[in-house]
T-cell receptor, first 113, second 117 residues
Framework: AQSVTQPDIHITVSEGASLELRCNYSYGATPYLFWYVQSPGQGLQLLLK??????LVQGIKGFEAEFKRSQSSFNLRKPSVHWSDAAEYFCAVGASSYDKVIFGPGTSLSVIP | DTGVSQDPRHKITKRGQNVTFRCDPISEHNRLYWYRQTLGQGPEFLTYFQNEAQLEKSRLLSDRFSAERPKGSFSTLEIQRTEQGDSAMYLC???????????????FGAGTRLSVL
């Protein structure tokens, strides 16, 4: 069965510092992988996605993620965090046959000014 | 394109009452999804439609829950005889299968927060 784990429940970083949010997935075939961000009172916004091809994908707001099949991981990175990046981040995996998406439990990011 | 809209944004009800939520997807999106999100958790899949056909329902969707998408446009999610455990954020998303680039990308609404007293 598909599943997603995000080992870090909460992370705190200083503004300007680099960020890496971890994500591991379980899926039998080549997955579709996503990172979403959710700010308080807002819906989920897609940051980036991996379907195939280049394993390093670029997203919006300066985020990038790297797909590593051998580690079943899809970690999210940003070189320099801004205070406005404080939010909840969700990694998700989708089946290739249709759009059902399984979300991880999320990582809450706090940014210290 | 105004995005996915959900109504109401907040609903407070008493245990045992029925509630109905509405979702308007992005126009011309043929797929529509409902998720439930409880505090501190990621969204959990409930059901999805392709056009007006309901193609899958999660085991989370008990007999008290019903969803419809009668004309393949907006959708409603009804919860009968609400229980305190139904308190959650109910999220709607839509996607299009019409182009390869758009496929599998879900756009989410802001959600309806349900509180059952």
């Amino acid at each position: 069965a598909q599943s997603v784990t995000q080992p870090d429940i909460h992370i705190t970083v200083s503004e300007g510092a680099s960020l890496e949010l971890r994500c591991n997935y379980s899926y039998g075939a080549t997955p579709y992988l996503f990172w979403y961000v959710q700010s308080p009172g807002q819906g989920l916004q897609l940051l980036l996605k991996y379907f195939s091809g280049d394993t390093l994908v670029q997203g919006i707001k300066g985020f990038e993620a790297e797909f590593k099949r051998s580690q079943s991981s899809f970690n999210l990175r940003k070189p320099s965090v801004h205070w406005s990046d404080a939010a909840e981040y969700f990694c998700a995996v989708g089946a290739s046959s249709y759009d059902k998406v399984i979300f991880g439990p999320g990582t809450s990011l706090s940014v210290i000014p | 394109d105004t995005g996915v809209s959900q109504d109401p944004r907040h609903k407070i009800t008493k245990r045992g009452q029925n509630v109905t939520f509405r979702c308007d997807p992005i126009s011309e999106h043929n797929r529509l999804y409902w998720y439930r999100q409880t505090l501190g958790q990621g969204p959990e899949f409930l059901t999805y439609f392709q056009n007006e056909a309901q193609l899958e329902k999660s085991r989370l969707l008990s007999d008290r829950f019903s969803a419809e998408r009668p004309k393949g446009s907006f959708s409603t999610l009804e919860i009968q005889r609400t229980e305190q455990g139904d308190s959650a954020m109910y999220l709607c998303a839509s996607s299009s299968t019409r182009t390869e680039l758009a496929k599998n990308i879900q756009y989410f609404g802001a959600g309806t927060r349900l509180s059952v007293l």
